[in-house]
Structures are given as structure tokens and as C-alpha cells.
């Protein structure tokens, strides 16, 4: 990331520090379902709605930010004229709100029109909403674990990825994997625990945390899996990189990655050097 560049990098990281109280919130007689689909026919809920006009207004807003795209609209929207452009999961896991359990907001931050390609990130970050508020934000520089209070975002710690793995966490239904990812899957299991809560925030900064793998494979009748590329796959692999772990979509590094269209899925595994290796020896 060029000098030039801290600034408002910082002014975004500071936006969603500022949003994520709001978003929370809200989340209060939210759950429930609207009668509309977002872009890729998930049925959207009155907390996604609320969180995305919430950052659409906060994010979109800065002077720094020409773009804005969220996973809950069809279309970018041009926002204004400046050079970064701005992708959104609103609030990843919503569906989770009505058990009481984690969600988040995963935001990534290009200096190329969107869609672009993970080397086009000059930033991203997580806001995860679970017991307490924390958020991971990266650069290039390396990536760091804040608490959000009211009065916005404090330092915590660096976030680096533990050398020795402890936590897996894989998505989509078990007779829908491919034989070659329930081979990997099983040799995991043997030797790593089970931390999978339906929420990619939370199941990733579990392996932040703890050292291990995230994976939502391609499936037998969906091999680009489910999670978006744009939204989900290169902003989280952007910050489990800056951690200091790899990431891969079977066959390279997500960052590698260069979607056609907004709304693309990919199969992804974030995690552990050695265990990102082997996944792309057995799955490929």
C-alpha cells in the first residue's frame, strides 16, 4: 500500500468501526424475512437491509470512495469520484440472527473498478458481532484484531495466524461434497476439531484465532460452491493472507482470482499454510 494511501484506508476502517454499533443495533426485530430476494435469489432479511443502508450511507459517503457494491443489490453504484472502490457483505450469516447466534460484515477495499481481481485489494476487514464486537482489518502491511466500543475502534493485538492448527470449520451438506473433498475432510477431522457455526465471519476468525482451515468446497451439483467471490472469498483471503496464512480455490490463491461478473461464487479454503497445500494436492 502506497503512503498515500494510509489515510483513507484509515478513514474506512474508522467508517465501519463507527457503523458496526448501528448495525448491531438493529438487530432487535430484524429477523424476520421481507418479501424480496437479493441478486442471487437468497431471501433478504430486514437486518441485511438495515445494515447495508447503514454502510451504503457511512462507506459510500467518504471522499476517498468513487464505487460501492453490495451483496445485497444487483449493480455497482457509483458513489462518487474518488479512487477506491468499496464491496459489501452487509451481514454475513443474517440468518443466524434468529437463533441468537454470531454474524458479521466482511468489507473489502480495491483501487480498480469493480468486479476486480484480489491483487487489486489495498484493504479489507471483518466486523464480527458475537459476545463482543471485534473487527480485523489488513493491509499490506499485516493485520490487526481491534475491539469496537461506542466510541469507535482501539487497538488489540496483531492478528497472526497460530503456527500450530487446532480448529476446522467446513460448510455446505456432507452427501453434497465431492468424493476428492470428503477424502480431505476426513483426514482433518482426525486431526483438528470441529468449529463451524454458519457464519464465515465467526468460523474464520475461529481459525484466526485458534490456527486450522475454513472451507466451503465446490459440490457435486454446485461446483463453484456458494459463497461469493467478490464479497466473501477474496476480502477473507486478503486478511487470512495479511495473517499470515494462504488461501486457495483448489487450484491458487484466491487472490489470484479475477471475477467475470459482481456476483460469483468460487470454492474456498482459508487457513494453515500446510493445510491450504494439501487441500490443493487432494481437491484439484
Not at 62 to 81: I, K, M, P, R
Not at 115 to 142: E, F, S
Not at 186 to 215: C, I, P, W
Amino acid at each position: 500500500m502506497m503512503m498515500s494511501d494510509a489515510v483513507p484506508v484509515a478513514d474506512v476502517f474508522d467508517a465501519l468501526a463507527a457503523a458496526a454499533p448501528e448495525i448491531r443495533a438493529g438487530f432487535a426485530g430484524r429477523a424476520g424475512e421481507t418479501d424480496d430476494r437479493n441478486a442471487t435469489g437468497d431471501r433478504q432479511l430486514h437486518a441485511d437491509i438495515h445494515a447495508d443502508d447503514i454502510l451504503r450511507a457511512r462507506l459510500g459517503g467518504l471522499d476517498a470512495v468513487g464505487q460501492y457494491a453490495s451483496e445485497e443489490a444487483e449493480d455497482v453504484s457509483d458513489v462518487g469520484s474518488g479512487p477506491l472502490s468499496i464491496s459489501v457483505d452487509p451481514l454475513d450469516g443474517s440468518s443466524n440472527l434468529s437463533a441468537n447466534n454470531p454474524t458479521g460484515t466482511i468489507v473489502g477495499v480495491y483501487d480498480a473498478p469493480l468486479p476486480a481481481a484480489g491483487r487489486d485489494l489495498v484493504a479489507a476487514a471483518y466486523v464480527l458481532y458475537g459476545p463482543l464486537t471485534t473487527m480485523v482489518a489488513a493491509t499490506d502491511d499485516g493485520a490487526t484484531r481491534y475491539a469496537i466500543t461506542s466510541d469507535g475502534r482501539r487497538d488489540d493485538e496483531p492478528a497472526v495466524l497460530p503456527d500450530d492448527p487446532t480448529v476446522y470449520g467446513f460448510g455446505g451438506r456432507v452427501p453434497d461434497w465431492t468424493a476428492a473433498f470428503t477424502d480431505y475432510a476426513r483426514r482433518v477431522e482426525d486431526e483438528l476439531k470441529l468449529r463451524y457455526s454458519g457464519a464465515m465471519v465467526a468460523d474464520v476468525n475461529q481459525v484466526l484465532t485458534y490456527g486450522g482451515v475454513f472451507a466451503y468446497p465446490g459440490l457435486r451439483d454446485r461446483p463453484t460452491g456458494k459463497l461469493r467471490t467478490q464479497f466473501e472469498a477474496i476480502p477473507m483471503a486478503y486478511i487470512v493472507e495479511a495473517a499470515g496464512g494462504a488461501s486457495t480455490d483448489g487450484t491458487r490463491s484466491l487472490l489470484d482470482v479475477e471475477p467475470d461478473t459482481l456476483h460469483e461464487r468460487t470454492p474456498i479454503y482459508l487457513g494453515n499454510d500446510a493445510l491450504i497445500d494439501r487441500a490443493e494436492r487432494i481437491v484439484s
